[in-house]
């Protein structure tokens, strides 16, 4: 989300268990056997080309919101299969997505468990026009200067620096110090855990564009992502029609 606007950045491909109609499991109750049982990878693949399908979708539907990208989280053992590339390839030219609007994204301790190889490999799949995003920055043990070095477009500040930072000190000073270093590399930042508007406020303050978090929605199936796409295009038709409606209303009193 666009902190100042409120507008809709995008959305992150999260996945869950719909074991009935009212048995919804989240991943906490099943990632692990899936790691065990390798399962991961395929599973990865499988969220990777639902994602790009259903993105694809939403820009049919939607053609005025084509800024619109989806976030999809690369696990472990998925960065680390030899064609990973050719995945992402296929994925995207089977759904007609738009590379740009596909974001992937690593966890900084992913990242730095070997770092040439990272780097390898991110090069790898910015040949194909997609960005990267470094997930839960500042909770491992990496430094902006080693990761300036990789291909990456955007750090996610971890949400448990964002949620305490209207109450501690210490963490909004790290919050701060993420934004302006990243902004002197030239990298853009998100900031996940966004759930009060003083959180929001804070966030901007400290320059910050793009926040994540249940201040502005909780996760939402398909139909609930439409509604979103639905009331953001007829909130942007009505103040094309009406700019400045408090302006007329005192004209016409």
């Not at 268990?17 to 991961?40: H, K, Y």
């Not at 049919?60 to 696990?75: A, E, G, W």
């Not at 995003?133 to 620096?161: A, C, E, M, N, Q």
Request: hydrophobic share 40%; glycine share 6%.
């Amino acid at each position: 989300m666009q902190l100042e606007t409120g507008t809709i950045a995008g959305f992150e491909a999260l996945v869950r268990w719909q074991r009935s109609p009212a048995n919804l499991v989240f991943p906490d109750s099943f990632i692990s056997t899936v790691e065990r049982t390798g399962l991961v990878v395929p599973l990865g693949q499988w969220i990777l080309r639902e994602a790009c399908r259903q993105a694809q979708d939403w820009q049919s539907k939607f053609p005025s919101c084509s800024h619109l990208s989806v976030t999809v989280n690369v696990s472990p053992r998925q960065f680390a299969v030899a064609n990973l590339e050719s995945v992402i390839g296929s994925a995207l030219e089977e759904t007609g997505l738009d590379p740009r609007r596909l974001h992937l994204e690593i966890t900084e301790s992913v990242a730095m468990a070997d770092p040439q190889r990272t780097e390898r490999t991110l090069l790898q799949l910015k040949r194909l026009g997609l960005s990267i995003s470094i997930d839960d920055f500042g909770t491992g043990y990496s430094s902006l200067s080693r990761l300036r070095h990789f291909p990456v477009d955007t750090l996610k500040i971890d949400r448990s620096f964002v949620m305490h930072m209207d109450r501690d000190g210490e963490a909004r000073e790290i919050v701060r110090l993420i934004i302006e270093l990243a902004r002197a590399v030239d990298l853009k930042v998100i900031a996940e855990g966004v759930e009060t508007a003083a959180h929001r406020e804070h966030l901007q303050s400290l320059g910050c564009e793009l926040g994540q978090g249940y201040l502005f929605s909780r996760p939402v199936d398909q139909e609930g992502v439409v509604r979103l796409l639905t009331a953001e295009v007829e909130k942007r038709d009505l103040a094309a029609r009406d700019p400045n409606p408090r302006t007329q209303a005192a004209g016409t009193s």
